[in-house]
């Protein structure tokens, strides 16, 4: 594990651009603001090219999509390949509502992702396992996730995130599993949003290893929480939400390696 990479963020401040969603927008800027990097949004397909061209990194976010985003996407997933930009999409709730994976799917068939990150019951849908999803959230089921990501990752042949309380990391063989976080990032909406967009940070500054790169944004994002949990009394989404900002920009790389779990 390269926690270093946190380091070459906050020295290179690369910039991450996002289709976003318009429900945790602001704290997907901002999370990758305070840990280093230099966000970009974009709501115009006509900007594309430019947009990829500036950009270090590219994170996709299906979380309120509507027929002109799904082209913008469309675009934007394209221009990253023919421009060799690391790209990272985050299929949110494809797991509860059909209409959503079989949009992802096409968009996927069209262009070719980094980095999968989203939740057992999203990831679960993309393996084709069964898994009883709820909304945005993971939902439950009893399938092993170790499995459902490697599945998943061998279908779209790329790294995938499986977050929750242990976060799985996978390029379909290899399998890297974190167990840091807390419990406090799920009353926060949006918490997996910022996770997929650092998690573009950490691919822009990762010389093209991906896998590498996806376990660090796990192992130092959900290590970050767990960091502000511990030192707060009572469950305080508000203040989580807040603190978790500082922490982004605060913590260290010893802070990181003397909580880290992972293996
Ligand atoms: N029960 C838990 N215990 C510890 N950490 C958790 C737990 N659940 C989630 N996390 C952490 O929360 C972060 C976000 O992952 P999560 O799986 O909740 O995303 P998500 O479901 O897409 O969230 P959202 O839809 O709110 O964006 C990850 O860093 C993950 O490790
Ligand atoms: C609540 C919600 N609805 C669509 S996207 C979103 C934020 C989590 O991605
Ligand atoms: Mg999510």
Redesign the pocket.
Known sequence: MKIDLLNQIRATNPVVLNISNFV?VQDVANGINAIGGSPIMSEEIRETDEMVGISNAVTLNLGAFSKPQVDHILAMGKAANAQHKPLVI?P?AVGAISFRKKTALDLMNQFQVDVI????G?IAALADVAWDAKG???GSGNQDVVEIAKKAAQKQNCVVIL?????VITDGEHVAR?F????L??L?????????SIVGAFCAVSDGDYFEAAQTA?LV??SI??LVADQMKEERPGTFSVRLMDELHLATVADIEKIAQFD
């Open positions: 945790t985050d949110v990150r989203g939740n057992a999203e945005i959230d993971a977050s929750g309380a242990t976060d974190v840091n976080g807390t419990p990032f799920q926060h909406v949006g918490s997996g949003d910022m996770l997929s796990c994002f959900a929480g767990q």
